[in-house]
């Protein structure tokens, strides 16, 4: 699984492309990658490359996939309960420390930030080891180990996910078949996300891009399942990782978008082909991973960080045809999306709470003021002796 997480950390390339890697192969193959110019040019095959898109309908092209694969990872976070998964990032982002309720503040933070030291540690390692193996022309292992990371991604997280739902509504299944019916599954999953890779042409696009999305979503749900400090250490390592893997001279994430440009092929990755914007696999499941978390404090966090990451997408996009170079996908998302968490969390979400719950029946204040038999309370204001500030003052009246 390590090879599946390294393909999604994420980057921007050029003037209208994000790129993005992340720790699996697959999920480093997830190279994120915007190709294109700054006229949204498309690129999603050799008979399109004349083909113009308006640049909404470029940006319109990967913001529906997006949104797609956070609506399954909020669909699933609540579907599948508390059921403990067996692969993806769980059991990676919790490898030297295990969140405990009874922990103190300290000791999760640090708990907290060495797990994500080593999911760094271990995304440097693997997008290390692929730049060598592209670099060196090693396709046939490179390929290789992403195809057996994708298919045992989506055979072993699909087929949990399955399980828990048909369990979910109590159907049974016969279990031959349905293991079966996923190993089937799985492999062609494997082949059409890197049929083009493979050099067996091009697959259907409608297709391929399904299976993406799935890929995604079934990563980004997997970490939902980490307690919150590691959720929150694993997005900022990721992030701070983006920057140092696609801005630094010698960056590995860098270092493979210009040598495949360079051969003209397409990037060991798995990447998203929109109408001009192809954006690597790691930037829908790290703003997915953010987003699932939301979810679960509630539905007012949760639609301020939808619109939090996507504004910050945007924001990345709009930057491209300006600075004319490589740009990290994830960072402004991820910094807004947090931001917005804490700040719903905090105090957007407790105030919503209280408007719709209002005064309760129960109150014994409340029979005080609606029982004109009653003594009943006055509040009346008044500026202080200092004149800039009102006080309030409750008197009891009794007509």
Same mark, same amino acid.
């Given at each position: 699984?390590?090879?599946?997480? +390294? ?26 990658? %915007? ?10 095959? =050799? ?17 529906? =996939?997006?949104? $797609? ?7 699933? *976070? ?48 693997? *997008? #290390? ?18 195809? %057996? ?11 949990? $996910? ?6 979910? $509504? ?93 051969? +003209? ?33 509630? &539905?007012? *966090?949760?639609? #301020? &960080? %939808? ?8 924001? #990345? ?32 979400? =407790? ?10 029946? @129960? ?6 003021? @609606? ?13 202080? +002796? @200092?004149?800039? #500030?009102?006080?309030? +003052? ?6």
């Amino acid at each position: 699984m390590i090879s599946l997480l +390294e393909g999604m950390a994420s980057g921007t390339e050029s003037a209208g492309s994000i790129s993005s890697g992340g720790v699996d192969p697959a999920v480093e193959s997830g190279l994120p990658l %915007v190709e294109g110019d700054a006229c949204f040019r498309n690129t999603t095959g =050799p008979d399109e490359d004349d083909a113009f898109t308006s640049p909404g309908q470029g940006v319109l092209s990967v913001l529906k =996939p997006v949104c $797609v694969t956070m609506a399954i990872v909020v669909f699933l *976070t609540h579907a599948t309960g508390e059921d403990i998964v067996q692969g993806g990032f769980s059991g990676l982002a919790s490898m030297a420390y295990q969140e405990r309720q009874a922990d103190s503040v300290v000791i999760k933070a640090e708990g907290a930030l060495l797990n994500a030291l080593i999911i760094v540690f271990l995304m440097c390692i693997a *997008t #290390t080891v692929m730049w060598y193996l592209y670099s060196y022309r090693c396709y046939r292992i490179l390929y290789g180990w992403l195809l %057996v990371s994708v298919v045992s991604l989506i055979f072993n997280l699909g087929s949990f $996910v399955a399980d828990s739902l048909l369990r979910s $509504v109590n159907a049974t299944v016969d279990t031959v078949s349905f293991y079966l019916f996923f190993y089937n599954f799985a492999a062609l999953g494997g082949l059409i996300t890197l049929w083009t890779q493979l050099g067996l042409g091009h697959p259907p696009k409608a297709l391929k891009q399904a299976y993406l999305v799935l890929i995604s979503a079934l990563l980004a749900w997997s970490a939902t399942k980490l307690p919150e400090w590691s959720t929150w250490g694993l997005l900022g390592a990721v992030s701070l990782w983006d920057v140092t893997a696609v801005l630094t001279p010698k960056g590995p994430l860098k270092l493979i978008v210009e040598e495949a440009r360079r051969r +003209e092929e397409p990037i060991p990755g798995l990447v998203y082909e929109g109408d001009g914007i192809t954006l690597g696999g790691g930037d829908f499941v790290f703003y997915s991973i953010l987003i699932g978390r939301a979810s679960l404090y509630g &539905c007012g *966090t949760l639609v #301020t &960080c %939808v619109v939090a990451v996507l504004a910050g997408m945007m924001a #990345t996009l709009a930057l491209l045809p300006f600075v004319q170079k490589v740009l990290p996908a994830l960072p402004i998302s991820i910094v807004l999306g947090i931001a917005a968490y804490f700040t719903s969390s905090a105090i957007i979400t =407790p105030l919503v709470g209280r408007a719709q719950i209002g005064p309760s029946s @129960s109150d014994p204040l409340m029979h005080i003021q @609606s029982d004109p038999k009653l003594p009943y309370i006055v509040h009346r204001y008044r500026f202080c +002796e @200092s004149g800039d #500030t009102f006080v309030e +003052e409750e008197i009891l009246k009794d007509d």
